[in-house]
Structure formats: C-alpha cells, structure tokens
C-alpha cells in the first residue's frame, strides 16, 4: 500500500500500519528532492516524480496554512511499496509559493523587515538540508534554469564543515539503534549521489513531426540537449573538484556524483506542459478556437483578412487544441501535446530509473584513484529507516536543541551570514567617519533643531559609504552616540523668546522653579538670548537698553517701571483698570477663546467727532441687547457704552482747499448729569459692572478675551508730560532718539461749536464798539498736534505723515501736512526705519502724541490694534469705552508685545503680511464740554 506522510517541525507524520507486515521489513532506497521552484509555475518541482511514480503524488502547494514566520520548511514523503522506494521533497523558502507568502505575512505584520525573515528562514533550511543528506541515497538537485548556480558551493561547504563538526554527537544517538556500525560511525547510510535537473532549457528545438512514426529516429545527427547535458556535467564536476566539495573518498565527502553515468538533466520542454494551470488555459484556448471545417464554410475575402495560420509548426493552436480535447480520451498518448509530455517524462524516467536501480541492486561505489577504499552504503529497512527519522528529529527540526548542538548550530549561523558579516564590517569602517562629521563645528550648546540637522547630515554621509543589511542597526547606533554627545553638556535651553529667538544658555532651570530630582544637576540662571535693544521709556524722554524678554510682565511692564524710577515717576499717569484681588489664592483664567464681546467692541468705519443728543434713550431697549449674565450683574464684554446714543459727524476733510475746517455740531438741552427725562420718569444710563477678583486674564485685553476678567499689570501707559504750551510747532519734540527732521507732531485743525461766546471783529472795532450780547453756537477751531511715533531697535525714532511715509518737516517751517491723514486712515504697526544700514530695521508703532489746548470740549481716545492677519483679535488698553483726556500734552505708550490667549503675536516674516497688523483709524474723538 502506498503512503503519503509529512515531515515538519511538529514531528514525522510516519504510516503505523500497512496491509502486508513484510513491508517494514522491505529494504528501501531514499531519493530525495531538493532546489528551486520556477518563478511563475505553480507546480512542485518534484512534479516530474509524479510521472515516474504514475500518481499524484506530490501536488504542489494547494495547502500552504503550515507556512508561518516560525515555520518555513516541511519535507513531503511517498513511499511506494512496489518498488521500495521512498521519495521526499524538500518546501522551503527556495520555493516561490513559500516565499510569496512569507512576503504577504511580513507586510502584514508590519514589525519586521524581510531581511531578519530571510535569515531564519535560510537557517532553518539549512538544517533541513544537513536532515535530507543524512537519511538519503539519491538527492535530485533541482534548478529552473540551465545555468548552474555557484552560490551552492557556499552552501555545500558549510553543510559539511558542520557535518564534520556533529558527526560525533550524532554518532552517540545512533549507537542504540538497529543499523549497521558504518551507519553509526559515518552518520548516514551512504555518500549521497546527488544529480542535477534544469527546468527550462536555453535552446530553441525544432518540433517533432507529428505524421512521422514514433520509433523512427529524426535526424542522425547528434542531440543538442545531450551535448548541453555532458557540458554542463563537466562545468559542475570541475567546479565540484576545485572547490574540494568531492573528493577521490566519497565516505569523506558531503556527497557523490557518478563517475560513468550521467548525473545532468535538462527538461527539452518547460515544465509548463505539465502544470495543470497551463493545460486548462490550452483547453480554453481550444473551445474558443475555430476548427478548419467550420472555417471553410466562411466566405473568402473574410478568409483573407485573417493571418494564415502556420501549419508548419507542432504549436499550431488548433493542433494543441485537439491534443488537449484527447487529454479526456484513451488515445491520448497519440496526440501531439501527449508525446511531447510523454517523451519527456520517459527520458527523465529512464535518467533516474538507472540511479535507483544501482541502489537497490549493487549500491553507490564512488570512490576513485588508485588505492580506492571500500565505499559504505547500506539499504535499511522501511522500520530501521523511520526510527532513525524521528532519532534525528528533534536535533534538525525542533526549536530547542540540545546545548552541545547549540553552539555548532550557532557556527552555522554565522557561515550562513556572509552578507551581513560583509555589511558590519563596512559599516563599522564608516561609523567613525560620520561620527566625525557630526563633531566637525560644533558650538559649545546648540538647539534640538541644529542637533537634528547636523545628526542628518552625518546619516547621509554615513548612507553614501555602508552598504547591506547592517545599515539601518548601525544607523541606529551613530543617532544613539550623537544624541549622546549633544545631552552630555552641549544641550541648549529650548526657551523661545517673546519676539521669536532661542535662549543661548545651556540647559538649566530658572531661580522659581522648584527644585526636583531629574532637574536638580542643572543650574539656575535667567533665559537670555543675548540680544538687547534700545527703547524709550513711557514718556519718551530717556532712553535704555532692553534686554530680548521671554515673559509677558518683562515685555509690557518691568522694563518701563525700571525706566520711571529715573524719568517720568513724578508725572501725571493715567491709571489703567487691572485686576484687583480679594484673596491671596487667585489663578489664572482658563485660557478659552470668546467672542461674544466683538459686538460691543466694532471696528469704526471712521474717526468720528461725537457729542451728547437729546435724544431720548430707551433703557429697556438697551437691556434687551445685552446677555443673562449682564442684566444679572456680570460682565458680558470688554466694554459697555455707559452714556446715552450719540450722534456722530466725520472728522475727514471738508473739501480740498480747506482741510483745517471740520464740521459744525448741533447743541440742544440736555440734563447735566446725564439722565433723560421721559414720561416724567428719571432712567439711570448706568450699567454697574463687576470684574472677578479671584481669576485674572493670563494675556492682554482684546474683543476675543474673557469677559469679566482683567489683566494683572496694564501692558499700555497713558503719561501727562505737562501743559499744551509745553510743545513748541517751530522746535518739534525735543526728545532722545528721533531722526531730524522727523520730530514734529502734526497739526490737526477740529471745528467745534460752544454754547457760549462773544461774536468779535478785529481789535479796534472792538474798542470802538460795544459788545453785543451772547450769542448760541459760536463756531470755533481747534488746533490739536497729533504724531504717530516708531521705534526700531536701534532707538531710533520717527513719525509718518500718511500710512506710507515718514514725516519731513520743511526747512520754512511751513507745514503741508495735517493730521487728519494719521487720524483717518488705518496706520501700519510696522514701518521700515530710515536707518542707513545693509540690515533693514523695521520701526514698531509704539507712542501717540497728543497735544490737547485748552476749551470747552472733551477729547476721547480709542486706540483699537491688530497685531496680526485675520482672525487676529483687536487689542485696547480699557475695559471702558474711551480714555478721556484733559488739557495737556499726552503720550500714549503701545505695548511692545501683544499677548493672547495662544502666545504672543510676532512681527510677520513674511513682509506681505505686515500690511494686516494695522493700527485702526477713528481712534480720535471730540466732543462738546457740559
């Protein structure tokens, strides 16, 4: 009885039983089947067997759920009990189906490289190989090409130097066992024979003729194929000798070729005819065709606008067509397709048939020279030969072998590994010189920014130079080294300034920060960029320098604080609402973007001149407008209008000659403490707000900040210098800094109307004429001074007469330009300074100058800033809706940093987008005094 077994990694899968007892006594021979698979053939190499044996015996690989990571090899066994002869077929990696899906399930697992697959996958190969050669008489290497493959020698040498090297462990297994003594000394039952198949031939045959006999030789010249076959004989046997893989003593060698017999064999045909793939494609082919007969009944000029098939040839598709439809009839074997499949098949039947012949008859006798020695070859029992099978078990399949084992195996681990031996040895030559271009120009604290520009430059070098699989391990190991030199001492503080540049000092932690067990080796010191700057204080009248901030409160207040001690401490300052604390446990606000005050706080369309209207105002009708949270007693916004609606007018120009004449304004009666009558009931206008006293706002005021919360320090600062006589128009501003003859505030002219005042002539009809009596809505100009003052870094200070250009006064002192450009148009936050240098400075908007004369009129100040491009938010210094400003020459100080919810809002890089950081107009306002 014939029988199928497997064996794998989990065990030998042996027959326990057969029908005659006397078959596991038979003596048996082994023939083994090693190699490669074709590329794009499903069928198992060993399928030419299949002929031989006349059964389906080995069917490729229609199973392939035994192929895993942790199992790549399995040996398939038949054993044929009419002739005694058990065949094995080696599936490993070497086949195309096991390493297709080896390479499906590393691209699934998605952790590991095909490399480290490849290496235990060719480990475990090898030891199945060093298996094969131990239980075999007859190995039949197999080769999908015609060319002989020298990588074998490599491998070849290393199965037999670990041969050698477990022969005596192997040997102590096998004492027990029910074999010969030449068996237990040698380790196996003989030299093996080893022979050779090639797959696809390199020459194109002619075809046979199908209407000639079959016994009747074609030509009596010599076969092509046999001349190929004793070529390539004599190439392998030379290469064989050469590299002392034989010997003259086959007992000593890993195996044996024959010396008198032919032990090459070249398929004539791919082994296409025989995959069952191709042969159903040919069937399909043929349905499809249309025979002779059925094409003679067409009409001829279609039979002339088809391509003539050739009928010389034996690959005519009708041809093959009818050979494959007698596949399904016994006469089969008469068809053309059949012979060539049958031809073959007898040749390599004939070619392995005389090999297993010898074996069961005389056995294997290879020795050669002049004193050969007597060879060993024994022919076991189908029992003797299973129970050495599963001896062996355990030391060539099994995971975990035994310690003296181990370390041959591990030697074998390493001969296998020439590629990656190659690779660490050029890696290890390249390491230093890429650790050197890491070390070339190092400064003594850098950023994780340069580390990692420099780390890169060093692995490309080091890519440019190493070469196998050992690149990525040692890549690893310079980026370890690297990071290495960058944290021992060379780590720079990766603070960032509020104005965009790194802390310079090395890693370390700041005097406030609490002492902890990862931080407690770094020193303490300030952030420092050693950048400094020279600024004005808030009044403008001293100049100091202003070390590159790195907090908020240092930006916007501890450095003009330090400057007032000095300068302007003494003056008039105009007190900013901030938050005021009634506990010692206060936080700051969570940093939430809102924007439900932006209705309250509006860009206006243009600075307009506002005064009190008679209008009756509807109190319910305001408090409609405003939240829950507001008519509760809470803030809703940042600013809350607390006077009655006013009537606007334009403070633009009236026409083109006379641009100092302003609008006249309207006056009616009104209550003086601003409460208007209606329906005999007084309504207060005033909506009392509260602010938190226990969360402060982190950033600055603006129309996206929470409502109710106030800042812990004013970022801005409102200053009096003194007395509006204090400016002089001819003189300019007589402070620090500023670039001659930019200096000089511009004059902007204000019509107003009063309720008092005497209607006068020149002076001597006034001393002619008596006065006349007081007269309503006396016209009256205004003269105010306006100037828009920039700051760069330099110190350097200017004002712009437009949004586009810096101010020049004239040498006659007569003035072209006014105000009212400055005041109604959006002036830039950013504008290039004049100063002569390669390096552009740009000149930040930081003082509006006011100079306010004295009269019977209030002027109002709304400065509204965007720092940024949309959707950045408006910044005001007042939850209030306006500062109100008496008499006096003021200067308005900007703050030098503009704090949000997110972080600060830097100077644009870009400079298209510096046109967006605006100052916005209508910031001015004058209205009629009670």
């Excluded at 302007?568 to 300052?573: D, P, R, T, V, Y």
């Excluded at 009190?612 to 008519?631: C, I, N, R, V």
């Excluded at 008499?887 to 830097?906: D, H, K």
Aim: aromatic fraction near 8%.
């Amino acid at each position: 009885m014939n029988s199928i077994f497997n064996i794998d990694k989990l065990g030998v899968n042996a027959p326990t039983e057969t029908e005659n007892a006397d078959d596991k006594e038979q003596k048996v021979c082994v023939v083994s089947v090693i190699g490669k698979s074709c590329l794009f053939n499903s069928t198992s190499k060993a399928a030419s067997l299949n002929s031989f044996l006349n059964a389906n015996a080995f069917k490729g690989f229609n199973d392939s759920s035994w192929i895993e990571l942790d199992s790549t090899c399995k040996v398939e066994g038949y054993y044929d009990t009419q002739y005694g002869v058990v065949f094995l077929n080696l599936l490993s990696g070497w086949d195309t189906s096991v390493l297709s899906k080896l390479a499906k399930q590393v691209e699934e697992n998605g952790t590991l490289d095909f490399l480290s697959v490849w290496r235990s996958t060719e480990y475990s190969h090898t030891r199945a190989l060093l298996f094969i050669f131990s239980v075999s008489h007859i190995v039949v290497l197999a080769h999908p090409s015609t060319s002989f493959d020298i990588s074998y020698i490599r491998l070849f040498k290393t199965l037999d130097t670990i041969r050698l090297k477990i022969q005596p462990l192997v040997t102590e297994m096998l004492k027990r066992l029910p074999i010969s003594k030449d068996w237990v000394m040698t380790c196996r039952p003989c030299s093996p024979r080893v022979l050779f198949t090639f797959e696809s031939p390199c020459l194109d045959l002619p075809s046979p003729d199908p209407d000639s006999p079959p016994g009747k030789a074609q030509s009596l010249k010599s076969n092509p194929i046999k001349d190929l076959q004793h070529t390539i004989e004599d190439q392998i046997y030379r290469i064989l000798r050469k590299s002392r893989i034989i010997t003259n003593t086959s007992n000593n060698s890993l195996f044996a070729v024959p010396q008198n017999q032919e032990f090459v064999f070249i398929h004539p045909k791919p082994s296409s005819t025989r995959d069952l793939v191709s042969i159903y494609l040919m069937k399909l082919h043929a349905s499809c065709s249309v025979l002779p007969e059925r094409a003679a009944s067409r009409s001829k000029s279609y039979q002339l606008s088809r391509k003539q098939p050739r009928t010389d040839s034996s690959d005519n598709p009708e041809r093959i067509a009818a050979a494959v439809r007698d596949t399904d009839t016994p006469g089969f074997k008469s068809s053309v397709l059949s012979s060539r499949v049958a031809a073959d098949d007898d040749e390599f039947n004939n070619f392995l048939n005389q090999h297993i012949n010898l074996a069961l008859t005389k056995g294997f006798d290879d020795n050669v020279g002049r004193n050969p020695v007597q060879a060993v070859f024994e022919l076991p029992s189908l029992s003797a030969w299973f129970t050495v099978v599963k001896k062996l078990h355990p030391v060539f399949w099994s995971d975990n072998v035994d310690g003296k084992f181990q370390a041959h195996f591990a030697t074998m681990k390493s001969l296998l590994d020439v590629d990656i031996k190659f690779s660490e040895g050029h890696c290890k030559k390249v390491l230093p010189l890429a650790q050197a271009a890491y070390n070339e120009g190092l400064p003594p604290h850098y950023t994780l920014t340069y580390h990692t520009t420099k780390l890169q430059e060093s692995v490309n070098l080091f890519l440019q130079h190493a070469r196998g699989p050992a690149c990525e391990k040692y890549i690893i190991q310079l980026k370890d080294d690297c990071t290495q030199i960058w944290q021992n001492g060379r780590q720079m503080c990766e603070e960032i300034s509020l104005t965009g540049n790194h802390c310079v000092n090395e890693l370390h932690r700041l005097p406030d920060m609490p002492e902890m067990e990862s931080t407690k080796h770094l020193p303490v010191m300030l952030h420092s960029s050693h950048i400094k700057t020279k600024c004005a204080c808030n009044c403008g009248q001293r100049l100091g320098e202003r070390d590159d901030p790195f907090e908020h409160r240092m930006a916007n207040y501890d450095f003009y604080q330090r400057l007032e001690q000095q300068c302007c401490g003494k003056l008039e300052h105009y007190e900013m609402t901030v938050f005021n604390p009634s506990t010692t446990e206060v936080r700051p606000a969570e940093t939430a973007i809102h924007s439900s005050c932006a209705a309250f706080v509006k860009e206006p369309e243009s600075p307009t001149i506002v005064r009190k209207d008679s209008s009756k105002f509807d109190l319910a009708m305001g408090m409609s407008t405003l939240s829950l949270a507001t008519s509760l007693g809470q803030s809703d916004c940042s600013d809350l209008f607390m006077h009655n609606s006013e009537t606007t007018a334009s403070l633009s120009d009236d026409s083109a000659e006379n641009e100092d004449v302003g609008l006249s304004m309207n006056n009616e009666d009104e209550d003086e403490d601003g409460v208007v009558e209606r329906g005999g009931e007084v309504e207060a206008l005033t909506v009392l707000r509260q602010h938190s006293t226990t969360e402060y706002l982190p950033g600055m005021l603006h129309t996206d900040s929470l409502p109710g919360l106030l800042p812990k320090f004013p970022s801005w600062s409102l200053v009096l210098l003194g007395k509006y006589s204090l400016y002089n128009p001819a003189q300019g501003v007589d402070q620090p800094g500023f670039m001659l003859p930019s200096n000089f505030l511009l004059p902007l002219d204000v019509t107003v109307r009063t309720t008092t005042g005497w209607i006068v002539g020149n002076e001597a009809a006034a001393k002619k004429s008596k006065p006349k009596k007081p007269l309503k809505d006396v016209v009256q100009v205004v003269r105010l001074y306006v100037g828009m003052e920039y700051e760069c870094s330099r110190g350097h200070r200017f004002f712009l007469s437009s949004p586009d250009r810096i101010f020049k006064a004239p040498a006659n002192g007569i003035f072209k330009e006014t105000g009212h450009k400055v005041v109604n148009h959006d002036m830039p936050l950013y504008f290039p300074c004049s100063c002569r240098t390669p390096a552009q400075y740009i000149g930040q908007l930081m003082r509006i100058h006011l100079a306010i004369p004295d009269g019977d009129f209030e002027v109002k100040v709304r400065p509204k800033v965007q720092p940024g491009p949309p959707p950045c938010p408006f910044f005001f210094p007042e939850a209030s809706d306006c500062l109100i400003l008496r008499p006096g020459l003021w200067v308005l100080r900007l703050p030098f940093i503009y704090m949000g919810e997110t972080g600060p809002y830097r100077m644009p890089s870009d400079h298209q987008h510096l046109a967006a950081c605006r100052f916005l107009k209508g910031f001015l306002s004058v209205t009629e005094g009670t």
